[in-house]
């Protein structure tokens, strides 16, 4: 006599009604969700790009901006320290990847090369007989930089993603300098394009009041200037240009943070430091007081107010004609932090919603087709038992879809294909049991005894089964990306619910039967 102890029976059916449960908000409109009572409330599945629209974009790091960036820094470094060493030079500048530089006095020779190498270690330096010192990288330690700017471009993307309140993107990185960034259900792409294709870079600096506004617009900057023009054009469509010293007075990585507001009625964008920003812009403010002080954003002027007073709390506000819009924009940009390089968007699709729900039309049709066959094959090759195979084949979409629903895991195209596979899967497991059955009842067994020897000599060959495949879907989801993954967790998590439902649930409900009917041959 086959005995369930009565806790398994409770276990197994409370998870049998969680799932159902909490699958039912994947299959009722939003609105019917929010009627339902208070504990029925439950997340609903995530859709992918391809099931509900939403926007494709693969962006590019400008890898040569941030060796270029870095070359700069680089001449900046060379001219200060060599100021400081006494050392005499000229022609200071980038030469192809390098920064070169002529020693007026080639004893200097042993002096520059220390305190070339003592600016950065892992550079190459190296000094001709002529006196023309070069500072470069190996293309290793190129790469290595390329690389960490490529995963800080990768965080930043996702940092302004996120405060977009965009739900389940995908930002992965692609290649070897490129960003593949799904955004399902946004309906405004270009926003976004917008957010992720401003570098974001905020400096503040000091205006060259030496520079008259005849030098400004000649484009000659007094030394240790530089002209930049305003972000905004003016009534006529022309920017003004401005001289500014070159040297940063607070840099934008010292904000802590950033909100849109209002100061007199109109949108601003208020900002704090951090305490080493706070320090700076405070000295900044005190000893500059009545003079103008400009705010730029990616080398173009926002804003370049009077220092009317020593703002010394290390916070403040920016003002540019901002709109509501703008305002929000600018705030999340410096909250979420400066790209070390432009992205360049270099493919852009675009799924409508009316395209989805065609794939979600087709999806379900083809899940309910496959589940009608496979019913139909059950119930005609095992009768009472294909009822109650059929019955576990319901449970098991749903644990799949609750499951996929609680981790958050979004269902895709190809997901949905992994969730008819794992209907053939789980049922496989019941023919398995079932045929078993037949032959331990064709070897003259009565029903208690064959159907308790079937579910235990099977037990080895469904596991096995499963585990196989459950391990081929580990690896898909470990080496693939996208559809790939999508397919790999919807099969997995349908094959690790068959083992509960094709197993466990079957086996009650036959043996539940068999004690109440007590048949004297199985209707198999």
């Not at 996120?162 to 290649?175: A, F, K, Q, W």
């Not at 007081?289 to 730029?296: D, E, R, S």
Request: glycine share 8%; hydrophobic share 45%.
């Amino acid at each position: 006599m086959i005995q369930i102890q009565r806790w398994k029976i409770v276990v197994v059916a409370l998870l049998c009604l969680w799932g159902v449960l909490y699958a039912i908000p994947s299959f009722v409109p939003q609105a019917t969700v929010d009627q339902l009572p208070r504990w029925l409330h439950a997340d609903r599945i995530s859709l992918g790009l391809d099931l509900q629209g939403g926007s494709h974009l693969l962006l590019e790091v400008d890898t040569r901006t941030v060796k270029i960036d870095r070359l700069q820094n680089l001449v900046d470094d060379v001219r200060v320290t060599f100021r400081n060493q006494r050392i005499n030079y000229t022609d200071l500048g980038i030469e192809g990847d390098a920064v070169s530089v002529r020693l007026r006095d080639p004893a200097d020779r042993e002096k520059a090369l220390t305190a070339l190498r003592g600016i950065d270690p892992n550079a190459v330096v190296t000094v001709s007989a002529e006196g023309v010192a070069r500072f470069t990288y190996t293309e290793k330690a190129w790469e290595e930089r390329f690389s960490s700017a490529i995963q800080q471009s990768l965080e930043i993307v996702r940092r302004r993603i996120d405060e977009t309140g965009t739900r389940e993107p995908t930002i992965v990185r692609h290649g070897r300098d490129r960003i593949l960034v799904q955004l399902p259900g946004v309906d405004d792409p270009e926003r976004i394009k917008r957010l992720l294709g401003t570098t974001a870079k905020m400096t503040f600096h000091l205006v060259d009041s030496r520079a008259t506004m005849a030098d400004v617009e000649a484009g000659r900057a007094p030394a240790g200037s530089v002209i930049v023009e305003y972000d905004k054009p003016d009534p006529s469509g022309r920017r003004e240009k401005i001289a500014i010293q070159r040297r940063i007075a607070v840099s934008g990585e010292n904000l802590t943070d950033s909100q849109p507001t209002f100061s007199n009625g109109e949108p601003v964008v208020s900002f704090r430091f951090d305490a080493i920003g706070a320090r700076k812009f405070g000295e900044i403010t005190t000893e500059n007081v009545n003079k103008p002080f400009a705010i730029l954003l990616d080398n173009r002027v926002i804003s370049a107010p009077n220092i009317r007073e020593p703002i010394l709390g290390g916070s403040g506000i920016i003002t540019g004609g901002f709109t509501v819009q703008s305002a929000n924009e600018l705030a999340l940009l410096l909250r979420a932090g400066a790209l070390p390089a432009p992205l360049k968007v270099l493919e852009e699709r675009t799924v409508g919603p009316d395209l989805g729900s065609d794939s979600i039309r087709a999806g379900s049709i083809a899940i309910m087709i496959g589940y009608a066959l496979i019913a139909l094959l059950m119930l005609v090759g095992y009768g009472l038992f294909g009822i109650f195979a059929n019955i576990t084949l319901i449970l098991n979409i749903a644990f799949t879809i609750a499951i996929m629903a609680a981790i958050g895991a979004t269902l895709t195209l190809p997901g949905l294909a992994g969730m008819v596979l794992g209907l053939a899967m789980a049922v496989d497991a019941n023919v398995l049991i079932y045929e078993r059955i037949r032959e331990e009842e064709r070897q003259g067994r009565s029903p208690f005894p064959a159907v308790d020897v079937s579910f235990q000599r099977a037990y080895v060959t469904i596991i096995d089964s499963n585990l196989t495949i459950l391990i081929a879907a580990l690896f898909l989801y470990a080496f693939g990306s996208g559809p790939v993954r999508g397919f790999a967790v919807t099969l997995g998590i349908g094959i690790a619910c068959s083992m509960l439902t094709a197993v466990t649930v079957t086996r009650m409900l036959i043996v539940g039967w068999l004690k109440w009917a007590k048949p004297k041959q199985l209707p198999i």
